[in-house]
């Protein structure tokens, strides 16, 4: 087969009278660029003989948008970058995802946000500012995410932060998820206070929708409860919503993670008093569940949503 220059030459000479500089500047980036001369070279069996000549923008889009791309510019498809493919034996320009796409891809499709605020989904561990209030979380915090991608099966127990308003539990969890997302793990991260008022507002509808988040909820790699204790505590929100989650996730030993307002006491406290009954043996339960499936870390520090 004729050489890639000599077929480029004789395209140029065929339309030279249509705007001949610009037809000369495309084939040479054509004719210059390597990627395209190394496609030409492990390819000529495959491609038909006018390939290049019917297909010359698709080459110089290629070789355009590699250039853009290059220079730090917007490109066609930004987060993409271009690849020449061989289809029906002439040469087509595809977009792949480049790797901070591909890792953003990857952490939406693992991670599930439920009733969460954009700024705790974009949280990012590399942001936090770690002051005493927080050093020992951010520790704990980075030590989990460690055991985890691992990925040996081992049980891996998760926190409990409790601290006052602001101090910025949530977005410690949000960055978590955020980074176990990107690394290929299965997180969901609940406003558990939401959770359950949709969850409730599902009674006497189609209950496939209810059954499918309980399912979900129970079964995730790992899970973050996000305000426990700020909800209006019922006994079926109790018991067969919290209780039953909570139940099978100590009994596969799942990663859980929990924030409250709450220490434990308060949190036991809270548990045995719904609005319809005072039940102090099936909150201790509860507790035993949370006590497996979390480790106590008080979060400190000043009211961090006061600044914004």
């Not at 034996?89 to 890792?103: F, L």
């Not at 705790?120 to 561990?125: F, K, P, Q, V």
Request: glycine share 4%; aromatic share 8%; proline share 2%.
């Amino acid at each position: 087969m004729q050489n890639l220059s000599e077929i480029l030459k004789q395209l140029q000479q065929k339309y030279s009278k249509i705007e001949e500089t610009s037809l000369a500047e495309v084939v040479k980036q054509i004719a210059n660029d390597e990627d395209v001369r190394h496609f030409w070279a492990e390819n000529q069996t495959k491609l038909r003989q006018d390939a290049f000549q019917l297909k010359m923008m698709d080459l110089h889009e290629f070789v355009q948008q590699k250039e853009r791309i290059s220079r730090g510019e917007k490109s066609l498809y930004p987060g993409y970058y271009p690849q020449l493919a061989i289809e029906k034996g002439y040469p087509h320009v595809r977009y792949v995802a480049d790797e901070s796409t591909q890792k953003q891809l990857m952490q939406a499709e693992k991670l599930t946000s439920y009733k969460m605020p954009k700024a705790i989904r974009d949280a990012d561990l590399q942001t936090i500012v770690v002051d005493s209030g927080r050093a020992n979380v951010v520790t704990a915090i980075v030590d989990i995410l460690t055991q985890l991608l691992k990925k040996d099966d081992t049980y891996v127990q998760g926190l409990y932060l409790y601290g006052e308003f602001g101090v910025g539990k949530t977005y410690l969890m949000g960055a978590l998820a955020n980074a176990l997302a990107a690394n290929n793990i299965d997180v969901m991260l609940v406003h558990f206070p939401s959770f359950a008022v949709d969850l409730k507002n599902t009674i006497g509808k189609n209950s496939d929708v209810r059954e499918k988040l309980i399912m979900q909820t129970k079964t995730t790699t790992v899970l973050i409860l996000d305000d426990l204790g700020a909800e209006n505590l019922s006994m079926w929100i109790r018991d067969d919503i919290l209780g039953v989650i909570l139940e099978y996730r100590m009994q596969n030993e799942l990663t859980t993670f929990m924030t409250s307002n709450f220490d434990m006491n308060e949190m036991t406290t809270y548990l045995s008093e719904t609005r319809d009954d005072r039940d102090t043996g099936k909150a201790a339960r509860l507790m035993q569940r949370i006590k497996f499936l979390t480790r106590l870390i008080e979060v400190n520090g000043k009211n961090r949503r006061l600044e914004n």
